[in-house]
Each structure stands twice: as C-alpha cells, then as structure tokens.
C-alpha cells in the first residue's frame, strides 16, 4: 500500500497534532490514513497543506475557502480542480489495496 502511495507521487508527511495518523500529501493537498481491521482508510477529510496544519474546505459568503485556525486560502477553480483529482486518486488507490471497501 504504501509503495503504490510513492509511485503515485505521494509523499508522506506528520502532523505533531495528529501523530498517530500517516499524512499523505501531493500538490499541497492532505490527507490523514489510519488502519483499522487490516485495511488503510482515510481519517477524517482531505485537506490543502497551510502553515503547520490542515485547512478544510468550507463554504463561506464569499465563496469557498481552505481554512485553517485564523489562515485562510481562497478555493480557486485550479484549486478545486486539485482537490478533486486528489481525492479522486487517493480513494482509487485505497479502494484497490482495500478490495473496494473503503468509504468516503
């Protein structure tokens, strides 16, 4: 599993927040993964890399934005175009090590 994460361009990244959890990140985008049952699932949401933390996506007034604490980063149409081939990519991978049972 986790080769198949660096041959995709995956790199492996900690979050002192979350230590138990294996970060993964490409592009700036994250996710947290964490084993359970004998398979890798992601744990929470995936997120855009900002500061020392993980910004998610939320809908604001002004449209959408990665936030994070008191950061913020606008949710550009190159970025949401990111966020999706990464989400996209990451549960294909996860999908084929866990023979199809992970759920996002």
């Known amino acids: 599993m986790l080769d ?10 900690t979050f002192e ?37 993980i910004a998610m996506l939320v809908e604001r007034a002004e449209g959408k934005t990665f936030v994070w604490k008191d950061e913020s980063v606008a949710a550009t ?5 990111g966020y999706a081939r990464f989400k996209n990519e990451l549960r294909r991978l996860l999908q084929s090590e866990n023979e199809g049972r992970t759920q996002f």
């Open 77 to 81: 149409p190159e970025l949401l175009a």
């Open 17 to 53: 927040r979350y230590a138990r959890y294996l970060g993964v990140e490409r592009d700036g985008f994250v996710a947290l993964l964490e084993t359970a049952g004998g398979k890798v699932q992601l744990f929470g949401q995936v997120g855009y890399h900002v500061g020392e933390g």
């Open 4 to 13: 198949s994460l660096l041959r995709a361009g995956f790199r492996f990244v």
